[in-house]
């Protein structure tokens, strides 16, 4: 019955979307901007993308039928049938596994169980036993169903190896067996040259700290939350890690602990150490800093619930029309999955993800439905993938740039679409990370076309370049950005776009509470849709591949990813 209903959304949706569009075509057309070298062909098209077919797709997204699309969950698995349906209604042909629209992901699903135990353990004293959820939250990546750890706890400042900043915290210290505690983020500074500034670079990302531990042959690495520091609230963290994490299955070794404590639990553990938190921080920020064998210890028990499951990348192409370059591609990437339903939670336990990414699913799928629908092609192929598991880690991006429908190396550009606020019509638009590529002109002048000032990250010490799944395509070297509206909204000044963006990562990001509601306004989501379809084509149009600005972070990547493919 549920199966037959959510089938009948399908159909009023798409239903409901076409009614509404003739209305929201005519806006779009005598709002359409000159773009003199664009085929005629291809602006037609563009002026058909419509604000109100967006929101139909965020609406049945976001209805409480799909239970929070959590990945490996049913409402997940409705929402990639639900896209790949819209893929084939748009002609475009299956880019998936064995000519269908879906790239099997294989995942490993774990969640920490309420038995797990966790200690803080002094070398003369009574062990600080940490409550789950409250004082600390973990997952054993080992991919075992339990654990054990008991392993000497050595602070190590950031957590960072930069050789290129001239940044150690390791100074060859031999961590292997132990467990280290670890500040979020990255050393403050003002400098660009200096850890890119105010800018977070990936050494302050939680995934980097883990990564970099397990590379020195630790057994848990756990975060220390800050709320400024990190850019969100405990509650965030919490909510993230509260149910099951999903990861590709694991090769080789992996941390036994993962995870993060509250910023007062780690004064607590401070001071059992005979130190001052504050003290760890001004130390953590000088050059000078060595790792900090405390005299303490963790102690742990982790219980595990293991699920081994697929999931699904969703996957389209429409092929372009010249002879050599169809072989290559532009892609644009949206993740569909969010934080699923949370069974024991009482209230409201279904995490809808409206703006987080119902938007950006809307629009990748209103432009598929525009190219799909051009009289004309792009000389380029043009891919769509509509991404699984971005909440648990990138981890549905992250297989898709292992292993992409073509070769890395032959796609020119991502134009990612990710959490867009649906608030009005958009005067500003935000593409941290195009500037490292040699695109850039072409979005600094489509963007005048436009009529969109260009505006810089608001918040660079969040680190949003290393969030979405545009990272994942940048590391295996494919030009990549996200597009999403500015501050400067029609109507508003900007202050009251700061006061928006702050109050939705505050009170609704990641939490039940982001829900669709019908007094939404698409009209801006439409305008980034427009803009990114103008990019889109006229990087499927240019005789040469886009390419990152020399001596990027990416650039290896995309030398290395060209090698491989044997050049153009």
Not at 70 to 91: E, K, N, P, V, W
Not at 518 to 535: E, K, Y
Request: proline residues 6%; charged residues 25%; glycine residues 8%.
């Amino acid at each position: 019955m549920r199966n037959s209903l959510a089938l009948l959304m399908v159909v009023v949706t798409v239903l409901a979307a076409g009614a509404a569009s003739k209305t929201s075509r005519r806006r779009a057309q005598a709002a359409a901007p000159s773009l003199n070298e664009v085929p005629a062909e291809a602006l037609a098209a563009m002026r058909t993308i419509d604000a109100e077919r967006i929101r139909a797709h965020v609406k049945f997204l976001a209805d409480d039928l799909l239970e929070g699309r959590g990945t490996g969950q049913r409402g997940g698995d409705i929402a990639a049938a639900y896209i790949a349906t819209q893929f084939a209604l748009d002609g475009l042909k299956p880019a998936g596994d064995g000519g269908t629209y879906l790239q099997q992901v294989p995942l490993v699903g774990i969640s920490t169980l309420p038995e797990t135990s966790v200690s803080i353990v002094p070398t003369s004293g009574e062990p600080m036993v940490l409550r789950l959820l409250q004082d600390y939250v973990a997952t054993d990546q080992s991919q075992q169903p339990e654990s054990d750890i008991d392993a000497p706890i050595v602070f190590v400042g950031y957590g960072i190896n930069a050789p290129e900043f001239k940044w150690d915290d390791y100074k060859g210290a031999d961590l292997r067996g132990k467990a280290l505690l670890m500040l979020v983020n990255e050393p403050p500074s003002d400098d660009p040259n200096f850890f890119a500034g105010k800018a977070l670079t990936y050494y302050g990302r939680w995934t980097y700290k883990y990564e970099e531990a397990l590379r020195h042959g630790a057994v848990a690495a756990i975060i220390i939350h800050k709320t400024e520091m990190a850019s969100y609230s405990w509650e965030v963290v919490r909510n993230s890690w509260s149910g099951e994490n999903s990861y590709l299955k694991a090769e080789g070794p992996q941390l036994k602990a993962a995870g993060w404590i509250t910023l007062e639990t780690a004064r607590k553990v401070a001071q059992a150490s005979g130190q001052g938190l504050d003290q760890w921080f001004a130390r953590a920020n000088s050059r000078d800093f060595r790792p900090v064998a405390l005299p303490l210890s963790l102690k742990a028990h982790m219980i595990s619930k293991l699920r081994s499951f697929t999931s699904s990348n969703v996957l389209a192409e429409l092929p372009g029309s010249d002879p050599k370059l169809k072989n290559e591609a532009v892609i644009y990437t949206a993740h569909y999955d969010h934080l699923g339903i949370r069974p024991g939670m009482p209230g409201d336990n279904i995490f809808n993800g409206a703006t987080d990414n119902g938007t950006g699913c809307g629009i990748l799928l209103e432009l598929a439905r525009a190219y799909g629908s051009a009289a004309q092609r792009p000389k380029r192929s043009i891919l769509f993938a509509s991404v699984t598991a971005e909440e648990q880690g990138l981890r549905g991006s992250q297989y898709l740039g292992l292993h992409p429908p073509i070769p890395a190396a032959k796609i020119a550009l991502d134009l990612n679409y990710d959490d867009l606020p649906a608030i009005g019509t958009a005067e500003e638009v935000q593409v941290a990370g195009a500037e490292r590529t040699s695109f850039y002109p072409v979005v600094e002048a489509t963007a005048r076309q436009f009529e969109l000032a260009i505006r810089p990250d608001p918040r660079p010490e969040a680190g949003y370049y290393y969030r979405s799944d545009h990272f994942s395509l940048a590391r295996a070297g494919v030009p990549s950005f996200s597009i999403k509206e500015g501050e400067k909204y029609k109507g508003h000044p900007r202050e009251w776009g700061a006061e928006q963006d702050r109050e939705y990562v505050q009170k609704h990001y990641h939490q039940p509470s982001d829900e669709y509601r019908p007094d939404m306004d698409f009209s801006g989501d439409a305008v980034m849709a427009r803009f990114g379809f103008v990019l889109g084509w006229k990087a499927a149009g240019q005789p040469e591949m886009p390419a990152w600005r020399p001596g990027d972070e990416f650039e290896a990547a995309r030398l290395k990813s060209e090698a491989a493919a044997g050049g153009r």
